[in-house]
């Protein structure tokens, strides 16, 4: 393995060495593997609900139906809901968790979303996806949106399945709410939301929210 | 901040700092056909040198010339040529300014139209030209990654009947991103030319639109080594699909997307796959396509990854950069190769929507 050692900072000069120290601070291997974390039973059946960040994603809530879910802007704009998983009898540290917003009206779905995530080993023996984690599902804009997409019910499913085959899966109707930045998020998130579009303005229409025909 | 193995200053020196190798006998300088009036406009970016252990990123601002007496014209080939190193080459169509501001520029000629261009070099974390905050409503044109010894042109003849509209005096964006690392040499000075060949045809074509879709939020950690992001997007109406190419960064070791029913979340079978790339530094645009995409369906893409410790920067780099500040090296969404990562989806199809797609 090489090792890179910062010689100055503003000479430029940096010298590759033999080493195995050069992760110190990142695990300590050029290819490590992931580790291996049971979380309960993994010969029962994988048990699986539904949590979310809230806005301070910082703050896990076990999500419940009609649960209002903060919409939050991410880096790379639009809108999200940081879902994530509170299970068991699965392998908490080589898991990977889909996401799906499926339009309540026509049963569509909107956004699929696929990441691998960590649980962390609480008390009461369910393991919960580390912060870092959380899937990050995109919610608006959406160009194929029959109706708003903020403060109206939406169904989000959630899957998770481990290397070894341990599969649980969760769906609950939300209801995606704008919190931060409500004038930019009731616009982004409309329907007729055209990407680009200027929301120094308020939207001209009331909006739709009941189920209309698709397009 | 930058890092230079000094193991590689001396191979690098007599390659990479002022010593061209147009010479060298692998190596045949492209040369590309100047275009005029009515077989369409070449755009030439003026040559320049990346230094070794450097990033390069700028973005020239030019607008489409009037070729047809004020009237649309309509590109159905598209031909680039691209000296080694180059990361990627990617044209927009410049539309709400946020940030990047074609006015901000510093005047320059594209060959021989007058242009501006903002010079991002290595400045990621404040440059606007690394920013991607105008991704959502910058419709992409054209893009290549492809600019190896043994192909520097991407010949992109586009299905027939079909072509790109483009508007006189329209602002156009050529981003260009070079790399000059022991992984992606810039040895022979940094150049691209782009050809936008005029259709002939005088029967209306239809209209070829293009997708863009990224992950952003991805990391890459050193805890959880191997670690695949997945996305959807959708498109309303019916589309077929042309041509399409993926991107991610050193970590990146399996780019690939498929055709996507729009009504499972499973993942699709490997028979819908129409996209496979293996290769970062210079992943392949497939041009030949001709996949269906009924009305509400769409594409779901996989990006795989596998950690590495970064070659020109260190751990605390990566670390500095995570926005949660993990102290994992994880690798989250940024254009600089070493440090940051992508999971971004180029794709062209035809006939073109409405809206812009964009999918994040």
Redesign the interface.
Same mark, same amino acid.
């Given at each position: 393995m090489t090792r890179?050692i910062?010689v100055s $900072?503003h000479g &430029? =000069? &940096?010298? &590759?060495v033999i080493g195995a120290a050069?992760?110190g601070? #990142?695990?300590g291997s *050029?290819?490590?593997? =992931?580790?291996s974390c049971p979380i309960g039973d993994p010969t029962a059946p994988a048990e699986l609900q539904i949590v979310n960040l809230e806005a301070d994603q910082a703050t896990v809530n076990l999500t419940q139906a009609s649960d209002l879910v903060p919409l939050v802007p991410?880096?790379?704009?639009?809108w +999200?809901v940081l879902l994530g998983a509170r299970a068991r009898n699965l392998d908490g #540290?080589q898991l !990977?968790l !889909?996401t =799906?917003l499926v339009d309540a009206c026509t049963g569509? +779905?909107? %956004?699929? *979303?696929?990441?691998?995530t %960590?649980l962390e080993l609480g008390d009461d023996g369910w393991g919960v996806s580390s912060? !870092? !984690?959380f899937g990050?599902l995109?919610v608006c804009p %959406?160009?194929?949106a029959t109706r708003d997409l903020h403060d109206v019910p939406y169904i989000v499913?959630v899957?998770v399945e481990d290397t070894h085959g341990q599969k649980a899966s969760a769906q609950l109707s939300i209801i995606p709410t704008c919190g931060t930045e409500p004038s930019r998020c009731t616009c982004e998130c409309a329907r007729d939301y055209?990407?680009?579009q $200027?929301c120094d303005q308020p939207p001209i229409d009331a909006g739709v929210s009941t189920c209309v025909d698709?397009? | 901040m930058r890092l230079l193995p000094i193991f590689v200053l001396a191979g690098l020196a007599l390659t990479q700092n002022g010593c061209h190798s147009d010479s060298d006998p692998a190596f045949t300088p492209w040369d590309l056909e100047d275009l005029n009036g009515m077989n369409g406009f070449s755009l030439r970016v003026p040559e320049f040198e990346v230094p070794a252990g450097h990033e390069s990123q700028n973005c020239y601002f030019v607008q489409v010339p009037d070729l047809a007496s004020g009237q649309d014209i309509w590109i159905d080939r598209v031909l680039s040529a691209i000296n080694p190193g180059s990361h990627h080459v990617n044209v927009f169509q410049v539309k709400t300014i946020i940030g990047l501001d074609p006015a901000m520029g510093t005047p320059t000629t594209l060959g021989a139209y007058p242009a501006t261009v903002i010079e991002g070099g290595d400045d990621y974390a404040n440059n606007p030209c690394w920013g991607s905050s105008n991704w959502a409503d910058w419709p992409l044109v054209a893009n290549s990654q492809q600019a190896n010894i043994g192909e520097l042109e991407t010949d992109w003849k586009l299905p027939d009947g079909v072509a790109i509209r483009m508007t006189p005096g329209e602002m156009l964006m050529v981003q260009t991103h070079y790399v000059n690392s022991t992984d992606q040499p810039t040895m022979y000075g940094a150049r691209v030319g782009i050809n936008f060949y005029q259709r002939q045809d005088p029967t209306p074509p239809i209209e070829m639109g293009s997708l863009f879709a990224t992950q952003q939020n991805i990391r890459i950690c050193a805890s959880n080594p191997n670690p695949t992001f997945s996305g959807t997007c959708r498109i309303p109406g019916a589309v077929t699909i042309a041509a399409a190419n993926g991107h991610f960064h050193k970590r990146g070791k399996r780019f690939s997307i498929y055709s996507w029913d729009g009504a499972s979340i499973e993942h699709p079978a490997d028979a819908a796959m129409f996209y496979e790339s293996d290769n970062w530094n210079d992943p392949p645009m497939v041009t030949d396509l001709s996949v269906a995409a009924p009305a509400q369906t769409g594409v779901w893409w996989d990006c795989e990854y596998q950690w590495q410790p970064p070659d020109e920067f260190t751990c605390a780099d990566v670390n500095a950069k995570d926005p949660l500040q993990a102290n994992d090296c994880c690798y989250t969404f940024g254009g600089i190769t070493d440090i940051g990562e992508h999971c971004n989806v180029f794709m062209y199809y035809y006939p073109k929507i409405d809206s812009n797609v964009f999918c994040e």
């Open positions: 890179l910062r $900072s &430029y =000069a &940096y010298a &590759y050069l992760l601070s #990142c695990g *050029d290819k490590p593997t =992931a580790k991410p880096p790379q704009g639009g +999200i #540290c !990977t !889909t =799906a569509q +779905i909107l %956004q699929v *979303d696929v990441r691998p %960590q912060l !870092t !984690t990050n995109p %959406q160009l194929t499913k899957v055209v990407m680009g $200027s698709a397009p | -």
